[in-house]
């Protein structure tokens, strides 16, 4: 075992060689290398494959109680300030290793079908590659300056991927914002890094913690600036796993290539923000403030992505949306102290809500057969339906993915989300009934989604819809390029296989962590916390049953209600969602246009900053250039020295400069 | 000898240059062996250097006009060392790429070894009167330069740039009489600066002389208002000369303002650090403020560079030695982002005819763009707005370390400059890359238009990744320099 230890920091260093040769190749032999497309893909796949073996070897020998393993080196030095980086093995790394890992691989075996046909086949794997690299990095990271480092990485790829298609105008704009809305918040991370660093004079976690422990005991410092640097911190996560006010890039990063929304906008960077605050926990658990921030900024978010879930038809845009929300619980669990819970919702959300994208990806595949490459139509939930007879393995996948996220046990969701409600409801009754709530409005809209999509009549065929859904969604593609089928089709076997692949955890992964025996928290707990170990299975005392009982019962009656009312209006037609919209307009629009944040964005910001540098350039223009050329010198000389260089007198020129020059020295010296 | 070998070999190849008959490639291939030998020269320096010590090395001290107090006093230390580098290697990308059919070419490359060598006698002189005869030197192949092979305006630009940078002349010579004639100890004339560091200062005579050279170099930096000259010189000047100008010649402002102002002065300049901190951000907002609303990437790039010239100013004024080392590896880096972008631009410019954001979309294009260069922009810009990975990033944050202790508030503002600058380069990479391609038949990109902005980026991407190569060279300078 101690040998995955030393080749460990092959993990992230592998898909960094891959992207190296594949982008290298790009660069000398173009043509060439966007040819060889089975070879980038089994180059990719090899490099991450390795990374799944150290992984799965450092996770089993982290899980067989090995110390935990960190090798550092110095990267810069100025004085006595270091900066250094390296690898830290522990127990929440090895699980976050084998989760980007097997995730990463699996959707890189589904690009390999999804992409086939893509010009930019080759780049996409070098992308892809460069992410993996960045993203591991990211989690092996001993110190917060490494995490900033990688986490920046990790954003840049994020909006290569996302402007991957970069002749598609909405791609361009999705992919500034992202990075535009990111950068806010690593603004934020960088200064309250910078402002720990002062207060405690160290960049490591474990350390910033202690000092900071000893600085408030001491009364040395403030717990309100204390708590601002947290706050700061905060900020960084927050848009990364894209949490309320700054949740507004990853909606549209769907304009990324659907592989993409699976692995980095739903699985794994998105998740980085939850991962920081996990590393920084023994930070935030000493600012009950900052705490407090998460824990609300959390539950808002989730009943905000829930709430505008609900209304949209874009079946991407409203996975991206219950991404938000369920990002929101995970932050909602770190904020109460439920470290293990937390991080148990980010592993099994990870895995099921990949597969949902990848299932969704496989629609879109099988709808663009039929209404044409047009996103603006193909991924339009309304001229979908009873797609289960043309894609049965989607659809049943799509079905566990549906049931898992719901929190219907014995499915992955249920259990990491009721531990997460459980730990809310001890902190704050409040807290608690934000995040129910939210789960049957998440039962709701995803039943929505499925029957949309899965059930009913085909409704791709119908010109009619299909032409009136394509002037809402303003396309202005015309339909007729090619033949298209009148029937999709079920997807390669290169995209099933990982759907497939991944509806195992999706239903079982949640068993490790039941309260029966919570082997997940024995692993994964928070640095000091004391947890006893696991032997088996235990019956829990009747009092503690009890409230499980109450617990997961009320969470699984509102999921059930949630449910019903989806089988009601979309399966039965029972009820009307028109009519529903019509009485109440005004919720209904606030929840379409989600909460019009865009537009309030737009107003302030995007506007508000173009005025203003409008206004300074005027400034500028006029005022301090203007003062310039009042003088008039400027155009007098020019018209002279013109003059010069049109006669090709401009070395005379030079010469009488240079002796003028001089002339001042030694007139200067000498007077 | 050393240092007087790096200072006068390109001026004597000026000469030979410029005494050679007229002959299509023989100029630019006698060019180009005098720029490697320049580079291999300032190479060789890096043998001699002994990056232990703190103090000035290689010295070479010869009387020269002493009633005038003029000594020719060479010397380099850490901070000089890695400009002198970054001098030879922009001077060979500047005439690499210049367009092999270049008009006068004899006076082209002359000039621009002429111009080598001033700069090079700026960073190197240890004597106030020789530094400034060295700035003022510099100026007129720079102003020849714009001036005769500059765009349409490059009359009304070049005398501009003229007009500017001569009264920085002047006020720096002014500055360096009222040393001099107004310091309270009565010391043997002498300009050398280890000389002028001796003498003291009422307060008041202090701060006068610290605003006099603040202005000096603030216009060569240039900070706000001091900068209008430079847009207009950029975007008249030549792409080479772009890349000189910001790459190198924006760096005798901050250097000059390291050996005169923090040298000179430490206690005035402590004094007035709050408020040069507080001018350091409106350069830095101003520049990235006004770059938003470019449409010509030519000036959008330039006026970048007054927004990054900014972060020195703030780690000058923090003065710590974190700061100065950030504000030394800050000159470095931004000497070569700046120069790729503009050579980016450049290629732009000369396949599309246009540099107009307006008129330009999706370059990325494969098959019939400019993917490439594309690519090599987002690596530009990336560096630029300080993405980890590249060189900007390792200088951004060691300034903003080192200055954050200092002056919390002024860093922070300085932060959401890096903010901007990513918004300013996110638009445009949005408008000339992405979208449809705006252009058919676009001329080829050669490998001469791509090996020099791939050479720069090879060097961002390994001191981003690798800092300690750099840092290695400068730290035991920059914790003296930082310790006041």
């Given at each position: 075992m101690?040998?995955a230890?030393?080749?460990?920091?092959?993990?992230?260093?592998?898909?960094l060689v891959?992207?190296?040769?594949l982008g290298?190749g790009?660069?000398?032999?173009?043509?060439f290398?966007s040819?060889?497309?089975k070879?980038?893909a089994l180059l990719?796949?090899t490099?991450?494959g390795?990374?799944?073996?150290l992984?799965?070897?450092l996770?089993?020998?982290q899980?067989?109680?090995?110390?935990?393993?960190?090798w550092t080196?110095?990267?810069?030095?100025?004085?006595?300030?270091h900066?250094?980086?390296?690898?830290?093995?522990?127990?929440l790394?090895?699980?976050?290793l084998?989760?980007?890992?097997?995730i990463?691989?699996l959707v890189?075996?589904?690009s390999?079908g999804?992409?086939a046909?893509?010009p930019?086949y080759?780049?996409?794997?070098?992308?892809?590659?460069l992410?993996?690299?960045s993203?591991?990095?990211l989690?092996?990271?001993?110190?917060i300056?490494q995490?900033?480092?990688?986490?920046?990485?990790?954003?840049m790829?994020?909006?290569?991927?996302?402007?991957?298609?970069?002749?598609r105008?909405?791609?361009?704009h999705?992919?500034q914002?992202?990075?535009?809305t990111?950068?806010?918040?690593?603004f934020?991370?960088?200064?309250?890094?910078?402002?720990?660093y002062?207060l405690?004079?160290s960049?490591?976690?474990?350390?910033?913690?202690?000092?900071?422990?000893q600085?408030?005991e001491?009364?040395t410092?403030?717990v309100?600036?204390?708590t601002?640097?947290g706050i700061?911190?905060?900020?960084?996560?927050?848009?990364k796993?894209?949490?309320?006010?700054?949740h507004?890039?990853?909606?549209?990063?769907?304009?990324?290539p659907?592989?993409?929304?699976?692995?980095?906008?739903?699985?794994?960077?998105?998740?980085?923000?939850?991962?920081?605050?996990a590393r920084m926990?023994?930070?935030?658990?000493h600012?009950?403030?900052?705490m407090?921030?998460?824990a609300?900024?959390?539950?808002?978010?989730?009943f905000?992505?829930?709430?505008?879930a609900?209304?949209?038809?874009d079946?991407k845009?409203?996975?991206?949306?219950?991404?938000?929300?369920q990002?929101?619980?995970?932050?909602?669990?770190?904020g109460?102290?439920a470290?293990?819970a937390?991080?148990?919702h980010?592993m099994?959300?990870?895995?099921?809500?990949?597969?949902?994208?990848?299932?969704s990806g496989?629609?879109i595949?099988?709808?663009e057969e039929?209404?044409?490459?047009?996103?603006?139509?193909a991924?339009?939930?309304?001229v979908?339906?009873?797609?289960r007879k043309?894609?049965?393995?989607?659809?049943?996948?799509?079905?566990?993915g549906t049931?898992?996220?719901?929190g219907?046990?014995?499915?992955?969701?249920?259990?990491?989300k009721?531990?997460?409600?459980?730990?809310?409801?001890?902190?704050?009754?409040?807290l608690?009934?934000?995040?129910?709530?939210?789960a049957g409005?998440?039962?709701?809209?995803?039943?929505?989604?499925?029957?949309?999509t899965?059930?009913?009549?085909?409704?791709?065929?119908?010109?009619h819809?299909?032409?009136?859904?394509?002037?809402e969604?303003?396309?202005?593609k015309?339909?007729?390029?090619?033949?298209?089928?009148h029937?999709?089709h079920?997807?390669p076997?290169?995209?099933?296989?990982?759907?497939?692949?991944?509806?195992?955890?999706?239903i079982?992964i949640?068993?490790?962590?039941?309260?029966?025996?919570n082997y997940?928290?024995?692993?994964?707990?928070a640095?000091?916390?004391?947890?006893?170990?696991?032997t088996?299975f235990?019956?829990l005392p009747?009092?503690?049953?009890?409230e499980?009982?109450?617990?997961a019962?009320?969470?699984?009656g509102?999921?059930?209600?949630?449910?019903t009312i989806a089988?009601?209006?979309?399966?039965?037609?029972k009820?009307?969602?028109?009519?529903?919209?019509?009485?109440?307009?005004p919720?209904y629009?606030l929840?379409?246009?989600?909460?019009y944040?865009?537009?309030i964005?737009?107003?302030?910001?995007?506007q508000?900053?173009?005025r203003?540098?409008?206004q300074?350039?005027?400034?500028?223009?006029?005022?301090?250039?203007?003062?310039v050329?009042?003088t008039?010198?400027?155009?007098l000389i020019?018209?002279?020295?013109l003059?010069?260089?049109?006669?090709g007198?401009?070395?005379?020129?030079?010469?009488?400069?240079?002796?003028?020059?001089?002339?001042?020295?030694?007139?200067t010296?000498?007077? | 000898?050393?240092l007087?070998?790096v200072?006068?070999?390109?001026?004597?190849?000026?000469v030979?240059l410029?005494?050679?008959?007229?002959g299509?490639n023989?100029?630019?291939?006698?060019a180009?062996v005098?720029?490697?030998?320049?580079?291999?020269?300032?190479?060789?320096?890096?043998?001699?250097?002994d990056?232990?010590q703190?103090?000035?090395?290689?010295?070479?001290?010869?009387?020269?006009?002493?009633?005038?107090?003029?000594?020719?006093?060479?010397?380099?230390d850490?901070?000089a060392?890695?400009?002198?580098?970054?001098?030879?290697?922009?001077?060979?990308?500047?005439?690499?790429?210049?367009?092999?059919?270049?008009?006068r070419?004899?006076?082209y490359?002359?000039?621009?070894?002429?111009?080598?060598g001033?700069?090079a006698?700026?960073?190197?002189?240890?004597?106030?009167?020789?530094?400034f005869?060295?700035y003022e030197?510099?100026l007129?192949?720079l102003?020849?330069?714009?001036?005769i092979?500059?765009?349409g305006?490059r009359?009304?630009?070049?005398?501009?740039f003229?007009i500017?940078t001569?009264?920085?002349g002047?006020?720096?010579?002014?500055?360096?009489?009222?040393?001099v004639?107004l310091?309270?100890?009565?010391?043997?004339l002498?300009?050398?600066?280890?000389?002028?560091?001796?003498?003291?200062?009422?307060?008041?005579?202090?701060?006068?002389?610290?605003?006099i050279?603040?202005?000096?170099?603030?216009?060569?930096i240039p900070?706000?208002?001091l900068?209008t000259w430079?847009?207009?010189?950029?975007?008249?000047a030549?792409?080479?000369?772009?890349v000189?100008?910001?790459?190198v010649?924006?760096?005798l402002g901050t250097y000059g303002?390291?050996?005169?102002g923090?040298g000179l002065?430490?206690?005035?300049?402590?004094?007035?650090a709050?408020?040069l901190?507080?001018?350091?951000?409106?350069?830095?907002?101003?520049?990235c403020?006004?770059?938003?609303?470019?449409?010509?990437?030519?000036k959008?790039?330039?006026f970048?560079?007054?927004?990054?010239?900014?972060?020195i100013?703030?780690?000058?004024a923090?003065g710590?030695?974190?700061?100065?080392?950030?504000?030394?590896?800050q000159?470095?880096?931004?000497?070569l982002?700046?120069?790729?972008l503009?050579l980016?631009v450049?290629?732009?410019y000369?396949?599309l005819?246009?540099?107009?954001?307006?008129?330009?979309?999706?370059?990325f294009?494969?098959?019939?763009?400019?993917?490439?260069i594309?690519?090599l922009s987002?690596?530009?810009?990336?560096a630029?707005?300080?993405?980890p990975?590249m060189m900007?990033?390792?200088?951004?944050?060691?300034?903003?370390?080192?200055s954050f202790?200092?002056?919390?508030?002024?860093?922070?503002?300085?932060?959401?400059?890096t903010?901007?600058?990513a918004v300013?380069?996110?638009?445009?990479?949005?408008r000339?890359?992405?979208?449809?391609?705006c252009?058919?038949?676009?001329p080829?990109v050669?490998?001469?238009?791509?090996?020099p902005?791939i050479?720069?980026s090879?060097?961002v991407?390994f001191?981003?990744?690798?800092?300690?190569?750099?840092?290695?060279?400068?730290?035991a300078?920059?914790?003296v320099?930082g310790?006041?």
């Amino acid at each position: 075992m101690e040998l995955a230890y030393t080749y460990a920091w092959l993990i992230p260093v592998l898909p960094l060689v891959a992207a190296l040769i594949l982008g290298l190749g790009l660069i000398s032999f173009g043509k060439f290398t966007s040819q060889q497309k089975k070879l980038a893909a089994l180059l990719t796949l090899t490099a991450t494959g390795a990374g799944i073996v150290l992984s799965v070897a450092l996770l089993v020998s982290q899980l067989q109680g090995h110390e935990p393993y960190l090798w550092t080196f110095e990267w810069a030095r100025a004085g006595d300030f270091h900066l250094t980086m390296g690898i830290v093995i522990d127990h929440l790394t090895a699980m976050m290793l084998v989760v980007v890992t097997t995730i990463a691989f699996l959707v890189q075996i589904y690009s390999d079908g999804y992409m086939a046909h893509d010009p930019g086949y080759v780049r996409f794997f070098a992308y892809l590659s460069l992410f993996s690299s960045s993203m591991l990095g990211l989690v092996i990271s001993p110190n917060i300056v490494q995490i900033y480092i990688f986490w920046e990485l990790v954003g840049m790829c994020s909006y290569l991927l996302i402007g991957f298609w970069y002749d598609r105008p909405a791609a361009a704009h999705a992919c500034q914002k992202a990075f535009v809305t990111n950068r806010v918040g690593d603004f934020g991370l960088l200064l309250g890094m910078l402002g720990l660093y002062w207060l405690t004079g160290s960049f490591e976690f474990e350390a910033i913690g202690e000092g900071l422990q000893q600085a408030l005991e001491n009364g040395t410092i403030g717990v309100g600036l204390a708590t601002l640097f947290g706050i700061l911190v905060f900020m960084g996560p927050a848009a990364k796993s894209a949490q309320f006010p700054l949740h507004v890039w990853l909606p549209d990063a769907m304009e990324g290539p659907t592989p993409i929304s699976a692995l980095i906008h739903a699985a794994t960077m998105v998740a980085a923000g939850v991962f920081l605050v996990a590393r920084m926990f023994p930070v935030f658990e000493h600012l009950p403030g900052a705490m407090n921030t998460i824990a609300w900024t959390g539950a808002f978010t989730a009943f905000l992505g829930a709430s505008i879930a609900i209304t949209q038809n874009d079946i991407k845009k409203g996975l991206a949306y219950s991404t938000v929300s369920q990002l929101g619980y995970m932050m909602m669990g770190m904020g109460v102290g439920a470290y293990g819970a937390g991080l148990f919702h980010l592993m099994t959300h990870a895995y099921f809500k990949a597969m949902l994208f990848l299932n969704s990806g496989s629609v879109i595949h099988g709808m663009e057969e039929v209404v044409g490459h047009d996103p603006a139509v193909a991924q339009d939930m309304r001229v979908m339906g009873g797609l289960r007879k043309y894609m049965p393995i989607t659809a049943a996948t799509f079905l566990i993915g549906t049931l898992a996220i719901c929190g219907i046990p014995p499915l992955a969701g249920f259990w990491s989300k009721d531990e997460i409600l459980d730990a809310a409801f001890q902190a704050n009754p409040a807290l608690w009934l934000v995040g129910w709530l939210t789960a049957g409005i998440t039962a709701f809209y995803m039943f929505r989604m499925y029957f949309m999509t899965f059930e009913g009549e085909f409704r791709g065929t119908d010109h009619h819809l299909v032409e009136m859904v394509k002037r809402e969604n303003g396309s202005s593609k015309k339909e007729g390029h090619g033949h298209h089928s009148h029937k999709p089709h079920e997807s390669p076997w290169t995209m099933t296989l990982p759907l497939v692949t991944l509806a195992i955890p999706s239903i079982f992964i949640g068993l490790v962590g039941t309260p029966f025996g919570n082997y997940f928290e024995a692993f994964i707990h928070a640095p000091g916390e004391a947890v006893e170990a696991v032997t088996g299975f235990k019956m829990l005392p009747p009092k503690e049953l009890q409230e499980f009982a109450v617990m997961a019962g009320s969470s699984v009656g509102i999921a059930l209600v949630g449910i019903t009312i989806a089988i009601l209006t979309f399966a039965l037609k029972k009820i009307d969602p028109d009519k529903v919209a019509k009485t109440i307009e005004p919720l209904y629009q606030l929840s379409k246009n989600k909460w019009y944040f865009d537009e309030i964005y737009d107003f302030l910001f995007v506007q508000g900053s173009r005025r203003l540098s409008r206004q300074v350039l005027e400034v500028d223009a006029r005022i301090v250039d203007g003062v310039v050329n009042l003088t008039g010198l400027i155009t007098l000389i020019t018209g002279e020295g013109l003059k010069y260089f049109e006669s090709g007198r401009a070395q005379f020129y030079a010469l009488v400069v240079f002796i003028g020059v001089l002339g001042l020295v030694v007139f200067t010296a000498t007077s | 000898m050393m240092l007087s070998l790096v200072l006068w070999f390109p001026v004597l190849w000026a000469v030979v240059l410029a005494l050679m008959p007229e002959g299509k490639n023989r100029v630019r291939n006698l060019a180009l062996v005098g720029a490697g030998g320049l580079l291999g020269i300032t190479l060789f320096l890096l043998t001699r250097f002994d990056p232990s010590q703190s103090g000035l090395q290689l010295e070479e001290n010869l009387p020269w006009i002493g009633v005038l107090g003029i000594s020719y006093h060479l010397g380099i230390d850490g901070i000089a060392l890695p400009l002198v580098l970054l001098n030879s290697f922009l001077t060979a990308i500047a005439i690499y790429s210049t367009p092999p059919g270049i008009s006068r070419p004899q006076l082209y490359y002359a000039l621009l070894f002429l111009l080598a060598g001033g700069v090079a006698g700026v960073f190197l002189a240890q004597n106030a009167l020789l530094f400034f005869l060295f700035y003022e030197v510099e100026l007129i192949p720079l102003y020849l330069l714009i001036a005769i092979w500059g765009g349409g305006r490059r009359g009304y630009a070049s005398t501009k740039f003229l007009i500017f940078t001569a009264l920085s002349g002047i006020l720096l010579l002014g500055g360096c009489y009222g040393i001099v004639g107004l310091s309270e100890n009565n010391l043997p004339l002498s300009f050398d600066f280890q000389d002028l560091q001796a003498r003291q200062f009422s307060p008041s005579v202090a701060a006068l002389l610290l605003i006099i050279f603040l202005l000096a170099f603030g216009i060569k930096i240039p900070l706000v208002p001091l900068h209008t000259w430079l847009p207009d010189a950029h975007v008249e000047a030549s792409t080479p000369i772009s890349v000189l100008l910001a790459g190198v010649l924006l760096k005798l402002g901050t250097y000059g303002l390291l050996r005169f102002g923090v040298g000179l002065f430490p206690q005035a300049w402590q004094r007035f650090a709050p408020l040069l901190a507080t001018w350091a951000v409106v350069s830095v907002l101003y520049g990235c403020l006004v770059a938003i609303t470019q449409k010509d990437m030519k000036k959008m790039v330039a006026f970048s560079s007054i927004g990054h010239m900014g972060y020195i100013l703030l780690g000058l004024a923090a003065g710590t030695p974190l700061a100065i080392t950030g504000v030394t590896v800050q000159m470095v880096s931004h000497g070569l982002i700046s120069a790729l972008l503009f050579l980016l631009v450049g290629v732009i410019y000369s396949k599309l005819g246009t540099r107009d954001l307006d008129r330009l979309s999706g370059l990325f294009n494969p098959e019939r763009g400019l993917p490439l260069i594309g690519s090599l922009s987002v690596l530009g810009a990336m560096a630029s707005a300080g993405i980890p990975g590249m060189m900007g990033f390792v200088a951004e944050f060691l300034i903003f370390r080192g200055s954050f202790p200092v002056f919390p508030l002024q860093t922070l503002l300085c932060m959401v400059g890096t903010g901007l600058t990513a918004v300013y380069f996110l638009i445009l990479l949005d408008r000339a890359f992405f979208g449809r391609l705006c252009q058919d038949n676009i001329p080829a990109v050669t490998w001469s238009d791509r090996l020099p902005a791939i050479a720069i980026s090879t060097i961002v991407v390994f001191l981003g990744i690798q800092p300690q190569t750099l840092l290695h060279w400068i730290t035991a300078t920059t914790q003296v320099w930082g310790s006041h």
